[in-house]
């Protein structure tokens, strides 16, 4: 009877875990790009030598997209990836399946044209803000990488897994880019040109002038090798002088520094070169004579379909690439878009689809069309779609460009609507906008907080956070800050006041991290950084800390649409907190996964018509790869990992739909939205 009954057992378990399974596997397969398109820095471009409609793009927040019919769509991809700063793509000429990826975080290894990566070294990496351009560099034996702070290394290609074995001289310079000429290895690098000559680097700086030592780019060419250096621009080298000549951009404007450099496979006089993206405005030069006289090219065109951007032109150089076999064609990355021409650089036109490169932090549906979106990202600001995200318009008249932080519509009037904003290098004030026309314009009634020096805490910026409106009063308004606690306004905006008594931590931040009861006039709640979660019940006017354990980091809160009595917070070290009588006690909640110092669950979300059904998010503060989504179908008692095969970016946001069958959007620190379909009603 035993051995039957644990049959039993095993047989019951076992149909639960593959039904769990099968949960998961069905989340898996329903991850949707949800828009916008374009929307950050694109750093570098890799072509398929062998089939050049395959087209790789990396991003300084996002990772790597790849395309397959030459660069019209894009899709994101990068299994594994754990690094999501990328500052170069190299393809193994010899084998096209094979390429690496130099991150931030280390190097990587694909044998599948991107699908999966394994990591080969952590401690070769380039974290600069500034990446270089050519730093994997493959020649006949030997696989080069270049480096921000260890020099340059170098790989076998008949084990690219094996550790990469350093070159000894460089270590102490940045490589901005490396290059082969006349069978001898170049690197262009923060203190000078040098060239190996057996197993030592030599200076090669003869004819440059006094003072210019940051090469910032370097190439080659048939029977041609240039580099540019920061200030001085364009040099070419001379082979019968043994010295670098200077090749000056004679047009005005001209471009207070330097970055990036092009030279033709097969004619060594057309030559592009763009200015430094730090410094503005941004130009790109063409010459045909190998620097002797020079074009700006000016034609930019955007795609018609593309949703508008705060910049609609070419801005901030990162990299340029010719496409093999048709030397005409050409691709640039900048810091906003990636562009193509056929015409050998005179006539740029907009790639976007797929490319969603942005910083999402807050998306919030329309009460009564929940096909219209309001979508708050970094540095575009506020998009609305009106078709659940496949197209976006941008709504920013009247506001101050920069990051929009935070949108909330009032419930009795939906076109009336407050966008919470951090502009770029603007402080002393909460930025806080007003619409009366569905986003149409915006009326400024912010107000002005102290410019007295905040505490010095690395995770203190004072920068607002959260917006919440009073579900009893339209006029009642109240903005949540990182540094400067909770103000309140009871007129609509025209006064505000600091409401911070018992407020001893006032650093909120994350997705609902200052959220007002929506059945008890008067009750808020603040989740804060290093202080847990407070509440007051009288309108902000005092705070009393509601749970326990000292300096706890606490973030994005949520309350149960079907028992408001039950609120979950996401908390540091992959833990969630769960109250269920109004945040009176607390329990802690444990995420299947190994708890990490570094790791934190940052976004939480009732599902609106799931009882039950909670979605968690997490994030990293090291801006690594995090442990993904969690869901949980018993209010919160119990999670389990989501399988995703996108790379796992710290999650901003999530915002569960209104309808069946059962649908989320999650918002990424870097790539896009996503719509993830979570299946029909059990």
């Known amino acids: 009877m035993g051995r039957h009954l644990n049959l039993i057992i095993s047989a019951v378990v076992l149909s639960m875990l593959l039904a769990i399974s099968a949960g998961a596997e069905n989340l898996r397969l329903s991850w949707h790009p949800s828009g916008y398109g374009g929307g950050g820095r694109f ?32 899709e994101l991809i990068g299994k594994g990836l754990e690094g999501f700063g990328v500052a170069d793509i190299a393809i193994n000429p010899a084998a096209p399946h094979q390429i690496v990826a130099l991150t931030d975080d280390g190097l990587y290894y694909s044998i599948n044209q991107g699908d999966g990566w394994i990591r080969i070294s952590g401690e070769i990496r380039y974290p600069s803000r500034f990446f270089g351009s050519r730093l994997l560099l493959f020649t006949r034996n030997s696989l080069w990488i270049g480096t921000d702070t260890k020099g340059v290394f170098k790989i076998p290609l008949n084990n690219l897994k094996v550790p990469p074995q350093p070159v000894q001289g460089l270590e102490r310079f940045k490589v901005n880019g490396l290059t082969v000429y006349e069978g001898y290895l170049y690197a262009g690098t923060s203190r000078g040109v040098y060239r190996m000559e057996g ?48 090749r000056p951009v004679s047009l005005e404007p001209k471009a207070k520094s330097y970055r990036a450099l092009l030279v033709h496979p097969n004619n060594p006089d057309l030559v592009f070169i763009g200015s430094h993206p730090e410094n503005w405005p941004h130009l790109l030069y063409k010459t045909r004579d190998g620097g002797t006289t020079w074009k700006s090219v000016l034609s930019f065109q955007v795609d018609p379909e593309a949703p508008p951007n705060w ?38 036109y907009q790639k976007h689809h797929g490319l969603q490169n942005t910083v999402i932090n807050d998306l919030k549906m329309h009460p009564r069309n929940p096909k219209t979106l309001y979508l ?72 002005p907080v102290p410019l007295e020096t905040l505490p010095k805490r690395g995770y203190v910026d004072g920068l607002a956070t959260n917006v919440e409106l009073d579900p009893l009063s339209d006029d009642t308004i109240y903005v949540g800050t990182n540094g400067h606690g909770v103000y309140k306004t009871v007129n609509a905006g025209k006064n505000w006041a600091p409401m911070n008594q018992g407020l001893t931590t006032p650093y909120i931040k994350g997705p609902g991290a200052l959220l007002v009861h929506p059945r008890l006039p008067g009750v808020l709640f603040a989740s804060t950084q290093a202080g847990g979660i407070y509440k007051s019940t009288n309108g902000a006017s005092s705070w009393q800390r509601v749970t326990t354990g000292g300096e706890r980091f606490t973030f994005g809160m949520a309350i149960d649409p079907s028992t408001p009595s039950r609120i979950v ?6 833990t969630i907190l769960i109250s269920n009588n109004d945040g009176k006690s607390w329990q802690e909640i444990h995420l299947p996964v190994t708890a990490s110092p570094q790791m934190a669950v940052y976004s939480v979300a009732f599902h609106l018509r799931r009882p039950g059904l909670v979605l968690a998010g997490t994030t990293r503060y090291d801006v690594r790869a995090t442990e993904g989504l969690f869901i949980s179908t018993d209010s919160a008692k119990t999670f389990r990992q989501v399988p995703m095969d996108l790379p796992k970016v710290n999650m901003t946001v999530i915002t569960s739909t209104a309808d069946e069958p059962a649908a989320a959007y999650i918002g990424f620190n870097g790539t896009g939205l996503f719509r993830i379909e979570l299946g029909e009603k059990p």
């Open 43 to 74: 750093t570098n471009i890799a072509i398929d030598p062998s089939n050049p409609k395959t087209v790789y793009v990396g991003s300084d927040v996002a990772g790597i997209y790849r395309s397959r019919d030459g660069g019209n769509h894009f």
């Open 199 to 246: 197993q030592a680097w030599k200076p090669q700086h003869q004819g440059l002038l006094q003072g210019s030592v940051e090469i910032t780019d370097i190439a080659s060419s048939r029977n041609s090798l240039y580099l540019v250096e920061k200030q001085g621009g364009l040099f070419r080298w001379n082979a019968t002088t043994l010295a670098w000549e200077s």
């Open 376 to 447: 708050c990202a970094a540095d575009n600001g506020l998009m609305i779609s009106d078709d659940s995200g496949k197209k976006w318009r941008r709504a920013m008249n009247g506001v101050a460009d920069g990051h929009a932080q935070e949108i909330e519509i009032f419930p009795s009037d939906p076109s009336r609507l407050v966008l919470l904003m951090n502009p770029w290098g603007k402080k002393g004030r909460i930025h806080l906008y007003e619409s009366r026309n569905a986003g149409a314009t915006w009326k400024d009634i912010g107000f």
């Open 569 to 574: 917070a996401g908390c540091a070290g992959n």
């Open 311 to 348: 910049t609609n032109t070419f801005s901030g150089l990162e990299e340029m690439a010719f496409v093999p076999g048709t030397p005409q064609s050409l691709f640039l990355a900048d810091w906003w878009n990636l562009w193509q021409t056929a015409d050998h650089g005179d006539h740029w």
